[in-house]
């Protein structure tokens, strides 16, 4: 029997984050590769899940506003129907630099669940947060083998006549995955060349092991 064809073939979502005192727009995107057409076999166990910790990195962030409920069950929603992916919840979250916006601000923006070709599912979060409203690719997606992959990319975007640098990092497991951006007033003026991504993400790979917690 062949499987219905996917009702939507990728997953986005546009938050807007205040950093520095600049407002930027930026795309954080979760998509699911969606190749062809396969039966439903072969997906992985579900052991872990994603929440969203009170602080991150080494309690340098905390949790602003918990999105889950409206943009992360539109993650939810938008990925239904996916051959690849079997989500049991989009996990959206928005971080102030030692609780002031003005000073940094990251969001994550993932979702957990069962996934198969997480390998395309990662170079696709970079390919759709360049395609997103206003950005550009200042600095193409780069691998980080850190135990597990980390993609890293720079996007800049214009707003008011300034110009803002972001990294944007992504990781995809079989059970996991999700998109960090991260804003902070001493690196938003950067050129995107100057931008340390090994740094940006080893900060990705922490972020990860302690927003990942076991089922159960």
């Known amino acids: 029997m062949v499987p219905p064809s996917p009702k939507k073939r990728r997953t986005g979502l546009i938050l807007g984050i205040v950093g520095g005192g600049v407002g930027v727009l930026v795309a954080i995107v979760v998509l699911l590769a969606l190749i062809g057409l396969k039966a439903e076999s072969g997906f992985p166990e579900a052991k872990m899940r994603l929440t969203l910790p009170k602080v991150l990195l080494d309690e340098k962030y905390e949790l602003t506003e918990d999105l889950s409920d409206s943009e992360g ?89 300034t110009k803002t640098t972001l990294p944007v990092c992504g990781w995809a497991d079989p059970n996991t995955g999700a998109s960090v951006a991260e804003v902070a007033a001493e690196t938003m003026t950067q050129d995107p060349s100057d931008v340390d991504l090994e740094a940006a993400a080893r900060n990705t790979l922490k972020i990860r092991s302690e927003m990942i917690k076991a089922i159960g």
């Open 73 to 161: 069950q539109k993650i939810a929603d938008e990925a239904d129907g996916a051959w690849d992916a079997k989500v049991t919840a989009g996990v959206v979250g928005r971080y102030s630099l030692g609780g002031d916006e003005t000073k940094g601000t990251l969001v994550v923006s993932g979702m957990y669940g069962r996934f198969k070709n997480t390998g395309e599912a990662r170079d696709n979060m970079m390919k759709g947060a360049a395609e997103g409203d206003g950005a550009t690719l200042g600095v193409a997606p780069k691998d980080f083998d850190l135990g597990i992959t980390i993609t890293c990319e720079v996007l800049t975007q214009e707003q008011l006549g």
